[in-house]
């Protein structure tokens, strides 16, 4: 009988972890791989964090890289990513991921392991048609269902410590807490938690629009009833001029990520 291999799509998050850990609880760690996509920017604490899941599931850990981070494939491509056209996820994550599994896997035995959880649920049907032909699985949209603060606490009772952007305030653990799809109130906490971190992607954006000559920046401003790029130079004056405040109301401040996912 042919065993059956499971290859985790895993960001380094609580959430693809604790998919690969219901996983290996299952099917044992020889059958499971951990497949990671380094940004080349994310957060330190994901490297140590992805060395301590492996570490712990006893599962394999392969790390591949386009070799670019987002912003040198912004100028490369000459577009800034965003909420509708985030080509960072596809040619650095998703692309280079599903690239990875055609050619060492074979879809009539490996099944592909997602960490799409149960609030995410709506968007497993089309993931699901994507990946076809790989068979394709989500353990935490599968009792019991954990909201995020659970997943924290499961990561800590496994013995691990989790990835630091979260107690910082982030919702996911991707490129180092800057995101394309992320909304003003992401990069407002990125600026208080890790100004350098907000200053070095401030620079990057400002040689990026350089590079296309246009207007185009990751956010938009929708004030007025008009929408227009909104730099994040600009953000962080109006920070220092006491215009922008810091609030945390609603997940949609955010924006949402998926990365890897879709
Ligand atoms: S986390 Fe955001 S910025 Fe990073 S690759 Fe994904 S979509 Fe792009």
Not at 212 to 221: P, Y
């Amino acid at each position: 009988m042919t065993t059956m291999r499971h290859i985790v799509m895993f960001s380094g998050g609580v959430g693809s972890f604790l998919a690969a850990a219901r996983t290996v609880d299952f099917y044992g760690p020889d059958a499971v791989t951990l497949l990671f996509a380094d940004t080349r920017i994310e957060d330190d604490d994901l490297y140590r964090f992805v060395d301590d899941a492996a570490d712990h599931l006893g599962a394999k850990l392969v790390t591949i890289a386009d070799g670019r981070t987002p912003w040198q494939l912004f100028a490369d491509v000459r577009m800034i990513g965003n909420t509708r056209a985030d080509i960072c996820s596809r040619v650095l994550k998703r692309d280079l991921m599903r690239r990875w599994i055609d050619d060492h896997a074979d879809p009539d035995d490996t099944t592909i392991v997602l960490g799409i959880d149960w609030t995410e649920h709506h968007r497993f049907d089309r993931v699901r048609h994507r990946w076809k032909p790989w068979t394709v699985t989500a353990p935490m949209c599968d009792p019991p269902l954990l909201d995020k603060p659970e997943m924290i606490a499961e990561v800590r009772r496994r013995g691990i410590e989790p990835p630091r952007l979260y107690q910082l305030g982030f919702p996911h653990n991707n490129c180092g807490g800057f995101c394309v799809k992320a909304g003003i109130g992401q990069f407002l906490l990125l600026l208080e938690k890790l100004p350098d971190r907000y200053r070095a992607h401030e620079a990057e954006e400002e040689r990026v629009r350089r590079i296309i000559g246009k207007d185009v920046a990751v956010l938009r401003d929708r004030r007025g009833g008009t929408t227009r790029p909104l730099t994040l130079a600009e953000l962080r004056r109006r920070v220092e001029a006491g215009g922008e405040q810091l609030t945390l109301d609603g997940i949609d401040e955010f924006g949402g990520c998926g990365c890897a996912i879709e």
